[in-house]
Nanobody, 120 residues
């Protein structure tokens, strides 16, 4: 099992920036990829960004492309998501997730989420 704990959420003014952190523990050697998702009130959870645990491949949703950067520090077992030029529509609970190398087609592990609120 892998445990994920997010931090770094909060209240930010539109145009500001925020960096979210996701600390992984447990079977971290089995992590294949890390991702960020978000869920706004009344909406489905949506993909935001992902990166491989090894290598440089990343992917982003169109809604954050050009404003967001996903990164990771393998030595610290931590993934990050930085979003610049925040907009009110970025308001959501942000979740960290991880894929297990034994089940690469699914996001197996989830954190508890961290609230991001962007004021206009």
């Amino acid at each position: 099992q892998v445990q994920l704990v997010e931090s770094g959420g909060g209240l930010v003014q539109a145009g500001g920036s925020l960096r979210l952190s996701c600390a992984a523990s447990g079977r971290t050697f089995s992590i294949y990829a890390m991702g960020w998702f978000r869920q706004a009130p009344g909406k489905d959870r949506e993909f935001v960004a992902a990166c491989m645990w090894s290598g440089s491949a990343t992917s982003y949703s169109d809604s954050v492309k050009g404003r967001a950067t996903i990164s990771r520090d393998n030595a610290a077992n931590t993934a990050y998501l930085r979003i610049n030029n925040l907009r009110p529509e970025d308001t959501a609970v942000y979740y960290c997730s991880a894929k297990d190398s034994r089940r690469r087609d699914e996001w197996s592990y989830w954190g508890q989420g961290t609230q991001v609120t962007v004021s206009s």
